[in-house]
């Protein structure tokens, strides 16, 4: 490795690339040659996605080696940084592409400077800072008359010599390093690459509902153009909708998304006509990096979006090839109706509940019978449906419901194959309800490699990999999905119950109280927490999450449930009896929620018969099998292991039949 001769700072680590020594407060910090080379590729390409390929090339250009080498650097790496399981601190694993150095760095001084001094017999000494295809930059060659320097050299002893000739070079490096800078200044206006960027919902500034649905949707559109734009990692919809509400100042909304860029603006429809006023801001500084307003035609909207996306790119310092600028160019309708449409039914969709996913669906259909080719107005009418039925919400039959979403999601992918969103819906049905495994991992991976910054298509992964029993897997994923959207209460909820089922349950309670912290009301973060309390010994906590999720969910069975078995454990037996009472009077009642009642009042026949009595296309009983600690005291059983087998069987024989199809 040649890397340059640079001093980098992160954290309390300090990289000396001369002396090829790591410090970590003032103490140098044992460290393998190899381990050190790894560390400075990804330091020198920090802000973007380093392949394992390039990686491997830059470490072993000559060599063929094994990937695992390279996995054995990196978790050295991440001994060596502290870094815990989970955290991502300096290193991100981004599954499929490779790996991300997130922490900021500060670099004190510029040594990679290159002192050229001509022979003797030339009338001048050049100082060279920087070369670049023979080309030189900046204030690349200051000159020196040379007749002085040798008079004044002539008459000096040895040492004022070395002193003369070190003040002279001192003053060359000083005079063409303010050069250089001044260069830069000029041509980036002094200014770091901005690399990730949250949009906030416009601010509309009638009070008319379309105002407002222009607002949010001119940020999602804004997001879907840019996500295509591998040179940058923008925050998803679902990130920034929280702030369609409010006034929030750019630096911190930058410090809560963790991004460099906030892009904010105003949207004003008057007489057939739309006036957008944006800028780009530097999250980190709140200084404006670049401001413009558009007064356009209403039917130009989409005008006035392609121009915004390519001047975003432009500020955020983004080398555009034809491909980028095509896809930033990208439009998935040019009627207008049916784009409003489509704007509206996402508003409503980001609400997620069940009055505004019912309305959802209406506009969603209005905008594909505007235009029958509107793939995304086809993938949103598919999410309604996931969602409408996985909250069970819908007020159509679960099959139909399901049918509707799966049709729409394959009609989406035939308008436009390169639609991440669709493939992730296509995989959510895939997983829960067609029971194929191979297909849905098949499409994660494609919306995956679409558009690595989906975090919603990590987060439906990291559901499957639990589903299927790749814990460890699913884990890795909701964690990238996190850092993608750092305030999605829904993610942050399903991170909790992961540590739940992977019996880590001081770090799910400490996850699952900032969750609620952030979104006080969401009710499956209290009832997730009441899961991880339970298991604590901390009874009268858990009955409290339950009930708040009881009042603030409309799946009730499931909070009572949890409700009957908590009472029993804190010995409150005639309250569990009576939830279980009325839940063996209830028609639609599930056999695992009874059966969990029946396991808190301790009768292990009770249970094992009604586990039995659950179908084995419940795509999610295998997993809770596995996995849910309130079981742990039935795993010994022969009836409960040959549960397992069969699940496990029937399972095979469903991958199989898909196969065979």
């Not at 009472?581 to 028609?587: A, D, N, T």
Request: proline share 3%.
């Amino acid at each position: 490795m040649n890397s340059q001769q640079r001093v980098y700072e992160f954290g309390p680590f300090r990289i000396d690339t001369m002396k090829r020594v790591l410090w970590r407060d003032g103490e140098q910090v044992q460290l393998t040659s190899k381990s050190l080379d790894t560390l400075l590729v990804l330091v020198e390409r920090r802000g973007e996605v380093v392949s394992k390929d390039d990686l491997m090339k830059a470490l072993w250009p000559d060599t063929v080696v094994e990937e695992n080498n390279l996995t054995q650097q990196i978790s050295m790496l991440r001994k060596v940084l502290g870094e815990k399981v989970g955290e991502h601190r300096y290193l991100v694993t981004v599954p499929g592409r490779g790996y991300l150095f997130v922490a900021d760095v500060n670099v004190p001084g510029n040594t990679d400077m290159n002192l050229i001094l001509k022979q003797p017999g030339s009338s001048r000494i050049p100082v060279d800072l920087e070369q670049n295809g023979g080309k030189l930059l900046g204030a690349s060659s200051i000159e020196l008359d040379r007749a002085p320097v040798q008079r004044l050299i002539a008459r000096s002893t040895l040492r004022t010599r070395v002193v003369l000739f070190a003040c002279l070079i001192v003053t060359a490096l000083m005079l063409a390093a303010y050069g250089l800078s001044w260069r830069r200044a000029r041509l980036t206006g002094d200014r770091e690459p901005n690399r990730s960027i949250a949009v906030l919902p416009f601010k509309p500034i009638n009070s008319d509902a379309t105002s407002a649905y222009l607002g949010t949707g001119m940020a999602d559109a804004l997001i879907a153009r840019l996500s295509n734009l591998k040179q940058i990692s923008v925050r998803p919809t679902s990130a920034i909708f929280k702030y369609a509400e409010q006034q929030p100042d750019p630096q911190t909304v930058g410090r809560e998304l963790g991004v460099d860029a906030v892009l904010e603006g105003t949207v004003q429809k008057l007489a057939g006509r739309v006036r957008v006023t944006v800028q780009l801001v530097d999250a980190r500084s709140g200084s404006p990096i670049w401001a413009q307003t558009f007064d356009q035609e209403m039917i130009d909207i989409f005008a006035v979006q392609d121009a915004i996306s390519q001047e975003v790119a432009q500020a955020m310092m983004v080398k555009l090839n034809v491909e980028d600028q095509k896809q930033l160019r990208k439009r998935s309708t040019e009627n207008l109706a049916a784009y409003q449409e489509y704007l509206a039914g996402r508003y409503f969709w980001n609400t997620r509940n069940k009055e505004g996913l019912t309305k959802s669906l209406t506009h969603f259909q209005r905008a594909i019978e505007l235009d029958a080719n509107y793939a995304q107005a086809y993938t949103g009418l598919a999410d309604a449906y996931i969602i409408l039925v996985a909250h069970k919400i819908c007020s159509e039959p679960e099959i139909e419901a399901v049918q509707k979403a799966r049709s729409a999601a394959i009609k989406a992918i035939a308008i436009d194959g390169n639609l991440a969103e669709a493939h992730a819906s296509l995989a959510m049905i895939k997983t829960r309800y067609d029971h194929d495994e191979s297909g849905a991992e098949d499409e994660y991976q494609r919306a995956i490699e679409l558009n690595p910054d989906y975090a919603t298509a990590h987060h439906w992964y990291s559901e499957h990999l639990a589903i299927v029993g790749r814990e460890q897997e699913a884990l890795t994923e909701i964690r990238t999905a996190q850092v993608l959207d750092p305030l999605s209460a829904v993610i942050n909820t399903t991170l909790g119950e992961r540590l739940f089922y992977a019996r880590r349950y001081d770090e799910a309670i400490a996850q699952l109280r900032r969750t609620i912290d952030i979104s006080p009301n969401f009710a499956s973060a209290h009832y997730v927490l009441g899961l991880v309390l339970e298991q604590k010994g901390m009874f009268d906590e858990a009955i409290s999450e339950f009930q708040k999720f009881r009042v603030a969910s409309a799946m009730e069975h499931a909070a009572d449930a949890s409700l009957g078995h908590s009472y029993a454990l804190a010995g409150r037996q005639n309250d569990a009896r009576k939830i279980l009472h009325h839940m063996l009077s209830v028609k639609d009642s599930e056999p695992f929620e009874i059966a969990l009642v029946y396991q808190g009042l301790g009768d292990k026949q009770q249970v094992l018969s009604w586990l039995e009595r659950i179908e084995d296309t419940n795509c999610e009983f295998g997993m809770m099998l596995r996995l849910d600690p309130r079981l742990d005291n039935l795993r010994s059983e022969p009836r409960f292991q040959k549960l397992i087998q069969r699940h496990n069987s029937s399972g095979a024989v469903a991958r199989l039949s898909r196969r065979a199809g």
